[in-house]
């Protein structure tokens, strides 16, 4: 099969491949592109190699993902591209219809920075799957986020999503110390209209603010118990 291959400066920053997940698409056999730079610079993230531009590994070629992704054609269903955030890469779109003449869903997973881009995707019909991620309740999305942030972005993206009508999913990684209960009911009412929202647990093994790795997590028995107050909002509520 023939796959048009782009100008090397137009290639995208490629971090990483998982080459089979069953987790990251929601009952679809998938693989991962990891793609690298991030706007956000969230103390808790586990992928600091592809947020840290000193950490950043070399770039995996273009060409030589888009061809293994089209020997996997008939075994994997999907592609998911996550990060970083790959909203930021300016040559996304292009690198999503490749992906697409090989006749795979594709999933994305956003921090919603960048509305423009996500309505872009969906009015061209490009993605099967979105998931996005809300960080906190809009006023204390810049210290969560340790960036500047336009909070009206983010919320033009949930418009976005909720408008599309697109399998979607809202997350929110819940670190004790920076979300109360009452934030995470907040954030429930910013996504009013979602259909599904998953509270991730941090977990603290490999963070991009060491600090965190001697945070305390969430007991679960606290989590079901928000779970239990959302599902009265939300159809789908799942912590993990």
């Known amino acids: 099969m023939q796959i048009g291959i782009r100008e090397e400066k137009e290639r995208m920053k490629i971090g990483g ?5 069953l987790i ?9 592109i990891f793609l690298q730079g991030c706007n956000f610079k969230c103390s808790y993230c586990h992928n600091p190699e592809l947020v840290e531009p000193k950490l950043f590994g070399p770039c995996l070629e273009e060409k030589k993902v888009l061809k293994f992704l089209a020997s996997r054609v008939g075994k994997l ?10 909203t930021m890469q300016k040559d996304l779109i292009p690198f999503i219809k490749q992906i697409r003449k090989l006749s795979f869903a594709v999933k994305l997973d956003s921090n919603g920075s960048r509305p423009d881009v996500i309505k872009n995707l969906l009015d061209e019909k490009l993605l099967d799957f979105i998931a996005m991620d809300i960080k906190a309740p809009l006023e204390k999305y810049k210290s969560i986020v340790r960036a500047p942030v ?3 972005s983010i919320k033009e993206s949930v418009k976005l999503i909720l408008k599309s009508k697109i399998p979607h999913e809202f997350r929110t990684t819940v670190v004790k110390s920076q979300l109360t209960a009452k934030d995470i009911l907040e954030i429930a009412k910013l996504i009013s209209g979602a259909k599904r929202y998953a509270l991730q647990k941090f977990v ?4 991009l603010d060491k600090k965190l790795l001697k945070e305390k997590t969430y007991p679960d028995d606290e989590l079901e118990k928000i779970k239990k107050r959302l599902e009265k909002e939300i159809p789908s509520v799942i912590v993990r």
């Open 17 to 21: 491949l998982q080459k089979v997940s």
């Open 24 to 32: 990251d698409y929601p009952e679809v056999i998938c693989g991962v």
């Open 77 to 86: 269903d999907a592609v998911t591209i996550t990060g970083g955030e790959p």
């Open 150 to 152: 336009d909070t009206q």
């Open 204 to 207: 603290p093994t490999k963070t």
